[in-house]
Each structure stands twice: as structure tokens, then as C-alpha cells.
């Protein structure tokens, strides 16, 4: 695995670094899958990350088992919209995400 300089034994995030590889190991245990540092935290000259990112990946069926259907996550917030307001949904979901302006 490459680590990041800012992460390594003698870097200034050593031990959140420990920390989150613990814990990621822990959940990589419990779900059977791996878990993947991603994001800011992983540019060697980013020693102040604001936030670290981690990522588990789990096969729809196994998601719905744990956390429920996967299908629309934003399904509940959909109910409460007025009409003419979806469009928002759709690209927080990547539908037509490249028309997404901020």
C-alpha cells in the first residue's frame, strides 16, 4: 500500500491514520469486504486534510439486508418535494449530473 508521506510512521497524521486502520479493519471484518481510505487524505503534501474519507463498496443485496433497499435513497425526500422540484433530485442522484452548475 502506498501511504502517504503525512501518514507514515514519522508524519503528522500518524496516528489518526493508526486510528482509522484499525477501525477500518474492524468493519472490513464485520462486512466481509474492504474498506478504501479515498479523497484529500491521500495527496502526500495535504498534511492538514480536513476530513478523511472512507469508502465501502457492498453488493446491493447485502446493502439492503443491513441498511434497506438501495434503490432510491433519496426516495423519502422525493415524497416531500413540490412539484417542479425534482430536478434537484435527479442530479444529486447523477441523473443528468453534467448539468449540475454550483
Given at each position: 500500500m502506498n501511504v502517504?508521506?503525512?501518514?507514515?510512521e514519522d508524519g503528522r497524521n500518524f496516528e489518526i491514520f493508526k486510528r482509522l486502520s484499525v477501525e477500518a479493519t474492524k468493519l472490513a471484518?464485520?462486512?466481509g469486504h474492504p474498506v478504501y481510505l479515498c479523497g484529500s487524505a491521500l495527496i502526500d503534501h495535504n498534511e492538514f486534510p480536513r476530513d478523511w474519507?472512507?469508502?465501502m463498496m457492498l453488493p446491493d443485496d447485502e446493502f439492503a439486508a443491513h441498511f434497506g433497499s438501495a434503490e432510491s435513497p433519496l426516495a423519502e425526500y422525493e415524497e416531500t418535494l413540490a412539484p417542479g422540484e425534482q430536478g434537484d433530485v435527479d442530479?444529486?442522484?447523477g441523473r443528468g449530473a453534467n448539468e449540475w452548475v454550483t
Open positions: 502517504p508521506a503525512h501518514c507514515r471484518g464485520r462486512y474519507d472512507v469508502r442530479r444529486a442522484e
